[in-house]
């Protein structure tokens, strides 16, 4: 196991009607902005429940913040944090309105162009204080410090994140994943078991305890992922759906092991080219990038596919291959299509578009190996066409 330092400060308030105890959470004389996206807080009841845990405080409300949060946007809502000189931030919404709002605390005081926080990947080490009230459970930005931020005008989505962007508090009641649409459930069950391959799809490295924790997170998406998709009310489901998503990207199963995020990497330019959604790209890139890499991931491929898919039969590459394939048919059974072409039809190039974007990057080493090179991503995302 490698060394590791591991500190998540985020307070977690998880379960039913939860939402109410939003008051006690943020602090005395605050002077607050509520993030939200394009509305369905407004429908849900959420935004009610929200409201009347804000009402003895001063509150700013700032909605429209699109899936894929827009830089052009934020700059809309980083200019009434000034003006409204906002001490408190409170994302209501799913990463994306989680994300946008870590990128307002950090460019608050940023004296820079804020795009710069994205393109310099600096550490964000402080940031003006913020909460949220999950309202979809998929990517984890509840209870991690990263955050994706996309701009329309360049065509780009860019991470960037730091031990200063933790949310505060994040309020979890798996009440309200019962008025999200089917794609986006399956959306967030796709995220959120790539969350995990990240992070668990590389190479042995005797960590044990980690290697079961992500198993164990992954079981329970596929254990969970027929109900909540058959019943989004069903509360059992709900909750364990909601809590695996936080956990698989809070930090706990990545301290101590190698971890990968080429698919993401790749995934992203995918979205911020033909505004696939996110979970969508990972269910694209996923099987061509382990089946390119098979040789240096066959190991814990292979475990994959014994412990998770109980394929006990054939060398490990035969069991490695196997487990891409069940994994393939899992993101099917979701409804998610797994080919490039199933999105887009004008998909020639893409591959070389994105390899040659790397090399300007500078990302011409990515993988838990640093040994993918821009010729290597073009090959894999052209096996994804
Ligand atoms: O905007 P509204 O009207 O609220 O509708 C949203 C949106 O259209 C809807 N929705 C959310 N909660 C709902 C609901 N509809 C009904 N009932 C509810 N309770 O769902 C749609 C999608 O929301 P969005 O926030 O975009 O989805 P998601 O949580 O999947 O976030 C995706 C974004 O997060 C980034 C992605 O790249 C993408 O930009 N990621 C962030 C990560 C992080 N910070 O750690 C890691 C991920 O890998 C990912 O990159
Ligand atoms: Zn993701």
Request: contains cysteine.
């Amino acid at each position: 196991m490698n060394n590791f330092l591991y500190k998540n400060p985020t307070k977690i308030i998880f379960g039913k009607n939860q939402i109410a105890s939003l008051a006690k959470e943020l602090p005395n004389n605050a002077k607050i902005l509520m993030l939200y996206g394009g509305g369905s807080i407004k429908s849900n009841g959420i935004y009610d429940q929200v409201k009347k845990g804000l009402a003895d405080y001063e509150v700013v409300e700032f909605g429209g913040i699109p899936a894929n949060p827009e830089y052009a946007i934020l700059m809309e809502a980083l200019e009434i944090i000034k003006k409204e000189k906002i001490t408190f931030l409170l994302a209501v919404g799913g990463g994306s309105v989680i994300d946008g709002t870590k990128f307002l605390s950090a460019a608050a005081s940023y004296a820079g162009e804020p795009w710069s926080l994205l393109t310099d990947r600096k550490p964000v080490l402080a940031g003006l204080p913020f909460g949220t009230v999950l309202t979809l459970p998929a990517t984890g930005s509840e209870m991690n410090s990263g955050s994706v931020i996309t701009r329309a005008e360049t065509k780009e989505k860019l991470a960037m994140g730091g031990p200063g962007l933790f949310p505060v508090f994040s309020i979890l009641d798996p009440e309200v994943v019962r008025s999200i649409p089917q794609r986006q459930l399956a959306n967030g069950i796709a995220d959120a078991f790539t969350h995990v391959l990240e992070q668990y799809m590389t190479y042995p490295i005797g960590a044990l305890l980690q290697d079961r924790f992500a198993e164990s997170i992954l079981q329970t998406l596929i254990d969970v992922a027929p109900a909540i998709l058959k019943d989004p009310s069903d509360y059992q489901a709900a909750s364990n759906f909601m809590w695996s998503c936080t956990m698989a990207l809070n930090g706990l199963i990545q301290q101590g092991v190698p971890s990968d995020w080429a698919v993401h990497a790749m995934g992203h330019e995918l979205t911020a080219m033909y505004g696939i959604d996110h979970a969508r790209t990972l269910a694209i890139i996923a099987p061509s990038h382990y089946r390119y890499n098979l040789e240096s991931k066959k190991e814990k491929l292979a475990q994959f596919a014994e412990r998770i898919w109980n394929i006990t039969e054939g060398s490990v590459e035969e069991r490695a291959a196997a487990g891409i394939e069940k994994m393939v048919a899992f993101f099917q059974s979701l409804g998610i299509d797994t080919t490039l072409a199933a999105y887009t039809d004008s998909y020639g190039g893409t591959a070389q578009a994105i390899a040659k974007r790397f090399t300007l990057r500078g990302w011409t080493g990515l993988g838990e190996r640093g040994a993918l090179s821009p010729a290597d991503i073009e090959k894999i995302v052209e096996m994804s066409y």
